[in-house]
Each structure stands twice: as structure tokens, then as C-alpha cells.
Nanobody
Framework: VQLQASGGGLVQPGGSLRLSCAAS????????MGWYRQAPGKQRELVAT???????NYADSVKGRFTISRDNAKNTVYLQMNSLKPEDTANYYC?????????WGQGTQVTVSS
């Protein structure tokens, strides 16, 4: 199983980024997908999740700014991040859950700074 995250980088406050996570080795259409993040010295936290039916859930800190989506034909989950803030700086990880099995990607770094 591979979850390949990409799209991170350096962006100014107020800017946007779109993260992608391409999955392989799993039946993507039956996986609940999510994005988590971990800042230096902090615990990993949930950012957003999307179920197989497309139901979404967001952390309060990103509601109205971030949008999670999925393309089952491309085995990919996305995280559109708008109005980025310095406190959004973290390593962002892709997560997949199939029944009781959980998988993690390697992370992509997002840095919000002027």
C-alpha cells in the first residue's frame, strides 16, 4: 500500500495550495480518506476526512478555508487550502482507513510565511 502525498511548499499568508494524495495497492473506492497534520513539537491532528460516500468532516480551525475531495477514478484525494495562515504550517499526512486497517502516507510539508 502506498499513499503518495504531494503539493506542499512555501506560500505567503492568505495564499492557497492544493495537496494531492495518490493511493495504490488498495481498493480506493471503499477507503475512508483523510488529511492530518503535525507541526513541530505538537501532536498530529485531524484536518479533514471524507468517507466513501463523500461525507466530509473538518477541524474547526480549517472550516470555511479548506476543502477535501476525492476522485475515485484517479485513486486520489485532494485538500484545497485557501486563506492560509502561519499556524497552518505543518507536515500534512494522507490517511486511508479500510474496515479496521489504517494506512499512512509519508507527508508533505506546508510552510506559510511571509
Amino acid at each position: 500500500v502506498q499513499l503518495q502525498a504531494s503539493g506542499g511548499g512555501l506560500v505567503q499568508p492568505g495564499g492557497s495550495l492544493r495537496l494531492s494524495c495518490a493511493a495504490s495497492g488498495i481498493i480506493f473506492s471503499i477507503a475512508d480518506m483523510g488529511w492530518y497534520r503535525q507541526a513541530p513539537g505538537k501532536q498530529r491532528e485531524l484536518v479533514a476526512t471524507i468517507t466513501t460516500r463523500g461525507t466530509t468532516n473538518y477541524a474547526d480551525s480549517v472550516k470555511g478555508r479548506f476543502t477535501i475531495s476525492r476522485d475515485n477514478a484517479k485513486n486520489t484525494v485532494y485538500l484545497q487550502m485557501n486563506s492560509l495562515k502561519p499556524e497552518d504550517t505543518a507536515n500534512y499526512y494522507c490517511n486511508a482507513i479500510i474496515v479496521k486497517y489504517e494506512f499512512w502516507g509519508q507527508g508533505t510539508q506546508v510552510t506559510v510565511s511571509s
